[in-house]
C-alpha cells in the first residue's frame, strides 16, 4: 500500500505543476491581450487625431490651389495695388468684403521701382 500511496502523491504533485504551468501560461495571455487592447486604443485615437490634421491640411491646400487666394497672396507679397477689393482670410476658406477701402503698402522694390524707373 505504500508503494500506492507514493504512486498516487507524485501523481497529484504531477497533475499540480501541470495545474501551474497551464495556469501561469493562461495568465500571461490575458496579460498580453490587455496590453495589445491598451496599444491598439492608443493607436486609435492616434489615428482619429491625424485624419483630423490630414481633412485640415487638404482644405488648407485647396485654398491655397484657389486662384483669387494665389492673386491676392501675389498683391501682398509685392505690395501692388489691385483691382479687387475682396481680403482672403489665411487660416479660413471664405472671402470676405473689406470694412474700409484699404491701400496695401507698398514693399520696398516697388518704392525703389517707382523712385528710379518713373
Not at 495556469?23 to 490575458?30: D, G, P
Not at 498683391?75 to 470694412?99: A, M, Q
Amino acid at each position: 500500500m505504500s508503494t500506492n500511496k507514493l504512486y498516487s502523491k507524485i501523481v497529484l504533485i504531477i497533475f499540480f505543476v501541470v495545474f501551474l504551468r497551464l495556469l501561469s501560461s493562461f495568465s500571461r495571455q490575458i496579460l498580453i491581450h490587455i496590453r495589445i487592447s491598451r496599444h491598439l486604443a492608443q493607436k486609435q485615437e492616434e489615428l482619429k487625431t491625424l485624419e483630423k490634421e490630414n481633412e485640415e491640411l487638404r482644405k488648407r491646400l485647396q485654398q491655397v490651389k484657389d486662384p483669387l487666394y494665389l492673386q491676392e497672396q501675389a498683391k501682398l507679397l509685392f505690395g501692388l495695388g489691385g483691382e479687387t477689393k475682396k481680403r482672403v482670410d489665411s487660416t479660413s476658406t471664405k472671402v470676405t468684403e473689406p470694412t474700409e477701402d484699404l491701400e496695401p503698402t507698398a514693399s520696398y522694390f516697388s518704392k525703389w521701382w517707382k523712385l528710379f524707373i518713373y
